[in-house]
């Protein structure tokens, strides 16, 4: 058995885990506030 802590910036209510051929995949799924924003920038002449 393993155990960590998530950071906040992952979404708990929607980790996934997959056991297949001896391997564990976890999905760990950012939350929305963690993912990246496009900013535009404008120029000044």
Do not use: H, Q, Y
């Not at 885990?17 to 535009?40: H, Q």
Request: zero cysteines; charged letters at 35%.
């Amino acid at each position: 058995m393993r155990s960590f802590t998530l950071p906040r910036t992952i979404r708990a209510e929607g980790i996934t885990a997959e056991f297949d051929n001896g391997l564990l995949n976890v999905r760990l799924p950012k939350a929305d506030e963690a993912l990246s924003r496009k900013i535009e920038v404008s120029r000044r002449n």
